[in-house]
C-alpha cells in the first residue's frame, strides 16, 4: 500500500508539475489518483476476521458425507454498493463475483483516466492526445466484452443450453489472444515505418507525463488481475485407517480402438474412514482474466515504451529511441499471448490436458475392477469450464463424458450402470453411461457389445 500510494502521489505531483497553467486538468487528474488510491485500498485490503474451514468426510462404498464451513469476505465499498443494489439484479451479479467486481472496478478507473485524458488533449490542443483517448474507449469496450463474458459464464443452465454459458470465458481469452497478437504485429509496422521515415518525438515533456500517468493507472489493473487468472491452494495433511481382506482374478486385454474388455472376480470386505484438515495443491485457470491481464499488460508496455523513448531522447536526442522500444514491447506482449492462444483454443476443441488425460486412462483402466463391467467403448471426454465458486476457491476441474460400458450377460444393468456412475462421481467425473449386454452389439451403433473383431470408434481424447 506504500507502493501505490507514492505512486499516486508522483501521479499527481506530475499532473502539477508539467501543467500548472491547465488547472481544471491538473485538479481532474489529483482527484483521480487520490480516487484510485481509496478505491484500490479499500478493495483490496484483507479481512481481520479469522476464518475457519473444516471438512470432514466418511467413504463407506458408495456413502459420502461432506460438510465445510468458508465465508466470503468483501471490502467496504463492494458491502456498501451489495447493500443497495436489488438481489437478483445484474449489478448484484457484477459486485457479488471477485472476477466481474475487479473487471468492472478496473473499467470505471479506465474510463475516468480516458475522461482526464480527453479534456487535456482538447485544453491543450495535442492531436495524439485526442488519438490516444479514442484508443483507450476501444480499451474500455474491451474489457466491457472482458465483463460481459464474466456475467454470463455464471448464468445457470437451461434445457435448450445444459453446460450453460462456461465457453465464453474461454471465447473471450481466445479473442483477447488473438488481438494483442495482432497489436503486437501492428506495432512492429508501425515502428519499422518510423524508422524509414525517420520520425523525431515531438512534444516530449508531454508525451512523458501522459505516458507516466498511463502507465501508474495500467499498474492498478496490473496489481488487481496479478494472481486472479491462476490461483492454487496448498496442502495439509490427512490420516485414515482401514482394514479387509480381497481375493482378485484379472484376465482382460485392450484395443487402441477404443475398446477395452477385462474380466475379473473380487470378493472382499473393506472399510475406509479418513479425516482430514488442510488444503490441497490444484490449480485453476480462467482465460478471460488472463487475456484481460494481458491487455493491461500490453497497454502498461506501451506506456513504459513510450516513457523509455522520451526519457532517452531528453538525454540523448535519437529518432530511433522509440520505434526500438516499441519493437521490444510488441515482442515481449506477442510472446505472452501465444500460450493463452494455445490454451484457449485447446479448450475450445475439447482437448483434455496431459495430466488430466494420464488421470483418465488409469480410471478406465480400474472401470473393469467393478463387478459386472466387461468393457467399455467409445469413450468421450472435455472440461467442465463453469466456474461456479466466482474464483473463490481452486478446485479441481471436472471431466464431463459420454460412453458405453458394457456388461456381463447374467449382470443387471441398472445396477451396473449404478456402480460406473458411483465410481466415476467419486473421481469428479459427470459422465452420461449407455450399458449394454455383452453379445448385443447389433444393437448399438458403436459395436461395443458385439463378439468378435469390434470396430474402431477413436479413443476420445
Request: proline letters at 3%; hydrophobic letters at 40%.
Amino acid at each position: 500500500m506504500a507502493g501505490l500510494g507514492v505512486g499516486c502521489f508522483t501521479f499527481a505531483l506530475f499532473a502539477f508539475l508539467f501543467s500548472p497553467s491547465l488547472w481544471p486538468g491538473t485538479i481532474l487528474n489529483g482527484g483521480l489518483s487520490a480516487l484510485s488510491y481509496v478505491g484500490v485500498l479499500y478493495d483490496t485490503q484483507l479481512s481481520t476476521a479469522p476464518q475457519h474451514h473444516h471438512d470432514h468426510s466418511h467413504d463407506h462404498a458408495h456413502d459420502t458425507h461432506t460438510h465445510g464451513q468458508n465465508g466470503p469476505s468483501h471490502s467496504g465499498i463492494t458491502r456498501y454498493l451489495l447493500q443497495n443494489c436489488e438481489s437478483g439484479s445484474l449489478m448484484h451479479g457484477i459486485l457479488s463475483e471477485r472476477d466481474s467486481r475487479r473487471i468492472a472496478y478496473f473499467t470505471c478507473l479506465n474510463f475516468g483516466f480516458m475522461i482526464v485524458q480527453g479534456i487535456y488533449g482538447y485544453m491543450s490542443g495535442s492531436l495524439g492526445l485526442l488519438s490516444d483517448t479514442v484508443h483507450m474507449f476501444f480499451d474500455c469496450l474491451g474489457l466491457v466484452v472482458g465483463l460481459g463474458a464474466a456475467v454470463a459464464s455464471k448464468w445457470p443452465t437451461s434445457p435448450d443450453r445444459p453446460y450453460g454459458w462456461g465457453k465464453l470465458n474461454t471465447l473471450a481469452g481466445f479473442g483477447n489472444g488473438i488481438f494483442l497478437m495482432l497489436v503486437s504485429v501492428e506495432f512492429i509496422w508501425e515502428a519499422m515505418e518510423g524508422i524509414v521515415e525517420g520520425r523525431e518525438l515531438r512534444h516530449v515533456q508531454e508525451l512523458l507525463v501522459v505516458s507516466t500517468l498511463g502507465f501508474l493507472v495500467n499498474m492498478v489493473g496490473l496489481f488487481a488481475f496479478g494472481h486472479a487468472h491462476h490461483g492454487h491452494d496448498h496442502g495439509g495433511h490427512s490420516h485414515g485407517h482401514s482394514h479387509g481382506h480381497s481375493h482378485d482374478h484379472a484376465h482382460g486385454h485392450s484395443h487402441d480402438d477404443g475398446h477395452s474388455r477385462a474380466q475379473s472376480h473380487d470378493h472382499g470386505h473393506s472399510h475406509d474412514h479418513s479425516h482430514s484438515h488442510g488444503h490441497s495443491h490444484q490449480n485453476s485457470h480462467n482465460e478471460n482474466m488472463h487475456g484481460i491481464f494481458l491487455h493491461v499488460a500490453a497497454d502498461a508496455g506501451g506506456s513504459l515504451a513510450v516513457i523509455l523513448s522520451t526519457a532517452m531522447t531528453l538525454w540523448k536526442p535519437w529518432y530511433l529511441w522509440d520505434p526500438l522500444a516499441t519493437i521490444i514491447i510488441a515482442i515481449l506482449i506477442f510472446a505472452a499471448a501465444v500460450p493463452l492462444v494455445i490454451s484457449s483454443g485447446q479448450k475450445l476443441l475439447l482437448v483434455i490436458p496431459d495430466t488430466l488425460e494420464y488421470e483418465i486412462k488409469n480410471t478406465l483402466q480400474e472401470l473393469g475392477e467393478i463387478g459386472g463391467v466387461v468393457g467399455y467403448a467409445v469413450p468421450r471426454f472435455w472440461i467442465d469450464d463453469r466456474d461456479e465458486d466466482g474464483g473463490g476457491s481452486k478446485k479441481k476441474k471436472k471431466v464431463q463424458g459420454v460412453m458405453h460400458v458394457i456388461a456381463n450377460p447374467a449382470a443387471d444393468l441398472d445396477d451396473v450402470r449404478h456402480r460406473v456412475d458411483e465410481f466415476l462421481r467419486q473421481r469428479r467425473m459427470d459422465v452420461v453411461i449407455h450399458v449394454e449386454r455383452e453379445g448385443d452389439g447389433s444393437l448399438c451403433w458403436c459395436g461395443g457389445g458385439a463378439t468378435g473383431t469390434a470396430k474402431n470408434s477413436g479413443s476420445g481424447f
